[in-house]
């Protein structure tokens, strides 16, 4: 199994409500990112976990909680979310952060804020 | 942190012909380059990646060179097929993992 699985596919949320990303592997990875991507853009950096425990966070807003309850899930928790985050969110593992190895991506969650 | 410049930012080829797109970083610390092929609406995939201590390597007809003394890799992707038209990301890092993406090459293979 080399897949990243991310639910769901599509969100629209508006901007008092409370929602949660999710994203699964079962590849024995240890390293586990989010990642945020614009349309045309690269994805850029929000949050590293390494071996559950947070390793980065690229001075991301309070609104977007990460979590990382087991090996296998992390969780984006939104919250009083801005029109300007909606962006396609994307979740990747890796064998371990500090080994360089190829980052794996889930499809994306594809989110709108109203 | 680091800088990852990435040229040109579209590219159009004709089938069969070769498609190059270069890039720079700016970090002499950064020992992993990989490239991402991102196809519309899909998930970026790993299609090449190379580390500081090899200046070259070849996948059927994906190929990646690396300049350490110049900071700058290339991708070449050789007799283009119609399914080799996607976005390119070149990425940098160190050992940390935490990737530094070029901003994308959009390649159009004309059939």
């Known amino acids: 199994d080399t897949e990243v699985t991310q639910t769901p596919k599509h969100l629209v949320m508006g901007m008092t409500n409370k929602k949660s990303l999710k994203c699964e592997q079962h590849?024995?990875?240890?390293?586990m990112y989010w990642y945020k991507q614009k349309a045309k853009k690269p994805p850029e950096l929000m949050f590293v976990y390494s071996y559950e425990k947070l390793s980065i966070n690229e001075s991301v807003p309070s609104r977007f909680s990460p979590e990382c309850p087991n090996s296998s899930l992390l969780n984006l928790h939104l919250h009083a979310l801005q029109p300007e985050d909606s962006a396609l969110y994307l979740c990747?593992?890796?064998?371990?952060?500090?080994?360089?190895?190829?980052?794996?991506f889930g499809q994306g969650t594809r989110l709108t804020v109203v | 942190g680091e800088n990852v410049e990435q040229h040109p930012s579209t590219l159009s080829v004709q089938e069969g012909d070769s498609a190059v797109i270069k890039c720079t970083y700016s970090?002499?610390?950064?020992?992993?380059f990989p490239w991402y092929k991102q196809e519309l609406g899909k998930r970026p995939q790993l299609i090449i990646d190379?580390?500081?201590?090899?200046g070259e390597k070849k996948d059927q007809r994906i190929a990646v060179t690396l300049n350490k003394t110049a900071k700058h890799f290339s991708l070449h992707i050789t007799e283009t097929q119609p399914e080799d038209s996607a976005v390119y990301f070149c990425?940098?890092?160190?050992?940390?993992?935490?990737?530094?993406f070029g901003a994308g090459t959009t390649v159009t293979v004309r059939a």
């Open positions: 590849m024995g990875h240890r390293a």
């Open positions: 990425a940098a890092t160190v050992n940390d993992y935490k990737l530094s």
């Open positions: 190379i580390r500081s201590n090899v």
């Open positions: 970090d002499s610390a950064s020992n992993y």
């Open positions: 990747a593992s890796s064998l371990r952060q500090e080994m360089n190895t190829e980052a794996f």
